[in-house]
């Protein structure tokens, strides 16, 4: 079973960046893309980006000015960067494990969650 | 950007069906996921290529889809199953990921 696990500071400051790690388990890293989405306090989901066992990358265009997603393969995780923060980035941010076929984007397993305050 | 349009809410009472409706012209030709969210949870798959219901899923969610419309169906609906829905594809061009804008099911 594979399972999701994000770490990082609950707290940070305007302007400064916003760093997170989801650590993966009972799973294999590479064949599958590693997302990061982020849900607001009583709004609704959005994806940030995603990371492959290579190191290809996507971003969605409203936050790619903003966003660095990167792997370590040698440690099963991923980590999140989001830059010049403001009130506006505070959210809950997951982690979950996504895949790419003809038909598009899809995702499985997620994260609990941590919620990450800006302030 | 591009935008899968949901109902913000609807509402039903036990053992009746409950339908939630997303739309976006590239779903005609884009497969659409459906993720519950109780709260303070992390959302949870239910449906999968608009019509596969994953392992574990009760035989009372289904799905279908017609032209730029997917529909979630929840027959002979549980307390239970009062949550936030949200519906997720593919944008038009094919290049990332995005979600709805949720609905929240009531059950009466």
Redesign the interface.
């Known amino acids: 079973q594979v399972q999701l696990e994000e770490s990082g500071p609950g707290l940070v400051r305007p302007s400064e960046t916003l760093s997170l790690t989801c650590t993966i388990s009972g799973g294999s890293i590479s064949n599958y893309c590693w997302?990061w989405i982020r849900q607001p306090p009583g709004k609704?989901?959005?994806?940030i980006g995603f990371v492959y066992y290579s190191g290809t990358t996507?971003?969605?265009?409203?936050l790619k000015s903003r966003v660095t997603i990167s792997v370590d393969r040698s440690r099963n995780r991923f980590s999140l960067n989001l830059s010049s923060v403001s009130a506006a980035d505070t959210a809950v941010y997951?982690c979950a494990r996504?895949w790419e076929d003809s038909?598009?984007?899809?995702?499985?397993y997620?994260?609990?969650?941590t919620l990450v305050t800006v302030s | 950007?591009y935008e899968l349009t949901q109902p913000p809410s609807v509402s039903v009472s036990p053992g009746q069906t409950a339908r939630i409706a997303c739309s976006a012209d590239a779903l005609s030709?884009?497969?659409a996921?459906w993720?519950q969210q109780k709260p303070g949870?992390?959302?949870?798959?239910v449906m999968?290529?608009d019509t596969e219901r994953?392992s574990g899923i009760p035989e009372r969610f289904s799905g279908s889809s017609s032209g730029p419309t997917v529909t979630l169906t929840i027959s002979g609906v549980q307390a239970e199953d009062e949550a936030d829905y949200?519906c997720?594809?593919?944008d038009s061009s094919?290049?990332?990921?995005?979600?709805?804008?949720?609905t929240k099911l009531t059950v009466l």
């Open positions: 997302n609704a989901l959005e994806w996507n971003y969605n265009p409203s997951y996504g038909s598009g984007y899809a995702f499985d997620w994260g609990q969650g | 950007s030709k884009q497969h996921y993720f949870r992390a959302p949870v798959l999968s290529k994953p949200y997720q594809s593919t094919g290049s990332y990921p995005v979600f709805g804008g949720g």
